[in-house]
Structure formats: C-alpha cells, structure tokens
C-alpha cells in the first residue's frame, strides 16, 4: 500500500513574505466572481471565468496569487479553487484517450494483429495531456501552478490507492467482452495515473519558477512517485496478463480461422508486453520510471 505523502506536504516552502500583499481591485473582483460560480457548482465555467480574466493581464506572473486566493476566499474556497484547476479537462482528448492515427480506431494493424500504437484498445493515449486527461500545467498562471500540481499528486495517490484495491477483471468470465472492456478500462487508469505523477515531476522542473519550489518540494513530490510507479506498473502488467487470457479464451470460442488467428496474434502481443520493458509504446513514462 501506498504510504501518504508527509503532513507538511502541502504547506508552502518559500519563506513568507513579512506583509502580505493588497489584493488589487480587479483581482479581488475576479476571484470573487469565480468562487461565486464554483459554488453553484459549475467548475468549468469558473475555469473559464478565472482564465479569461488571466489573458486580459490581470494576474502577473510574479503575483502571490495562492495568498490572494487565500485572502478573498478563505483556505477551503482557495483549495476547491485550485481542485478545479488541477482536474480541468485536457483541451486535446477526452479524459486520457483520442482516435487512434494508425488503425483509425479499427484496433487492428494494417499486418494483422493488435494495433501496437493503441495497444489494441481504438483510442490512444493523448499525447498532449500525457493519457492525464487533465489540462498541461502551462495552461494555469505561474503563482498557482505549484499549488495544482500538489492538488494532481494528492489526487493521482488517492486514486491510485483506489485502483490498487480494485479486483482484477475475471479472465475466466462468462462474458469475456465484457471482461475485455473491463481489463482495458483498467489499464487506461492505471496509466492515467501513472501520466498525472510524471506530469507533475516534469511541471516542477520545468514549468514553475525556481522561486517557487525548493528542492524539498522536489523530493517530496519525487518521493511519492517513486512510491507509487512500482505498484502502477505491477499492476498494469497483471491487467495486460488478464487481457492475454481474454484474448486466449476468446480464440478457442472463435468460429472461423481468421478470427482465431486475430486473437491468437492478441493474446501473444498482451502477453509479451506483460513481461517485457514498456519502451516505446504508450505506457512508457520515462522520467518517473527512473525512479524505480
């Protein structure tokens, strides 16, 4: 099991300033009219409202924005704030996945056999977001953007616990369809999770301001992957075993030579990416692999 990140994970690692600063009136405003909208319970359109107001310059980039939220909104209406903007959806997919370029969302390949760019799933995983399904961090303004990827990793802990104790699909099951959906539905999370945790590694050395984020931050965060990648990757190679039998079981219930020869073909490709390195295909995440 996962252990939780430390107590002091979330608490701010620059030095205070010795007065905060006067929220600006336009700011005030916009934040303001934002937590009126998230409490309606619209969050994207207080997304919206937050980055418009963001693209007409309001909030510069060296402004102390996490204080300011803090300030006009109190501590809980600052952090459903920030939720909103750490869950926004990727403006290039839905929720992780997008139409297949090389089968063209068929799932075969043009040889035959599972499409390898898919994994034979029709979608693949975004390129943009990662397979997150959530926005890149680029699209937040830089004084928030430490505060959302935090939110990102506590979230992407909190499900990765859930999905760790979430039963394997039955390989064995009636409905071997459905247990087919299951298995890739599966392993779809299981990597979304694993794209949330190497986003937020990468966002924090490249897209925050080094005045931003003390190394401690740094391994903290790196920490908490480093906890989490070895359990993700595990049990996304028991998932990819499950769809192997699948595909197995599958090929005996076949009724032509072809459709037997497709599942033999999958269940081989399944198996095979099971015991072998993820390198070059859309499971791989490099950067929070190396820190297995």
């Given at each position: 099991m996962i252990a939780p990140p430390n107590e002091h994970f979330d608490t701010p690692?620059?030095?205070?300033?010795?007065a905060a600063a006067p929220v600006p009136e336009a700011v005030q405003h916009l934040l303001t009219q934002v937590v009126a909208v998230l409490e309606k319970g619209d969050r994207e359109e207080a997304v919206r409202q937050f980055l418009q107001g963001a693209s007409h310059g309001l909030l510069r980039d060296d402004a102390p924005l996490t204080q300011w939220l803090t300030q006009v909104a109190g501590k809980d209406r600052a952090a459903r704030v920030i939720e909103a903007l750490a869950v926004h959806p990727c403006f290039y997919c839905q929720h992780g996945y997008a139409l297949c370029e090389v089968c063209g969302g068929s799932r075969r390949s043009t040889l035959g056999g599972v499409c390898e760019q898919c994994l034979g799933l029709g979608q693949s995983f975004c390129d943009f977001c990662n397979?997150?399904?959530w926005a890149a961090i680029d699209f937040v303004p830089v004084g928030l953007r430490r505060a959302v990827v935090l939110a990102r990793v506590r979230l992407a802990i909190a499900k990765t616990r859930t999905l760790l104790d979430q039963p394997l699909p039955a390989a064995d099951s009636q409905d071997l369809q459905q247990a087919g959906h299951a298995s890739a539905a599966l392993l779809a999370a299981l990597n979304r999770s694993m794209g949330v945790l190497e986003n937020a590694l990468v966002a924090l050395k490249e897209s925050i301001p080094a005045r931003l984020v003390?190394?401690?931050?740094?391994?903290k965060v790196a920490e908490a992957c480093a906890r989490a990648a070895p359990l993700l990757d595990a049990r996304m190679r028991q998932v990819l075993h499950v769809m192997a039998q699948v595909a197995s079981r599958q090929g005996l219930n076949a009724s032509t030579d072809a459709a037997r020869e497709d599942a033999r073909r999958a269940g081989a490709f399944y198996e095979r990416l099971a015991q072998d390195s993820f390198a070059q295909t859309k499971l791989e995440h490099?950067?929070?692999h190396r820190l297995k």
């Open positions: 690692q620059t030095p205070a300033p010795r397979g997150s399904g003390t190394p401690e931050t740094t391994a490099p950067f929070i």
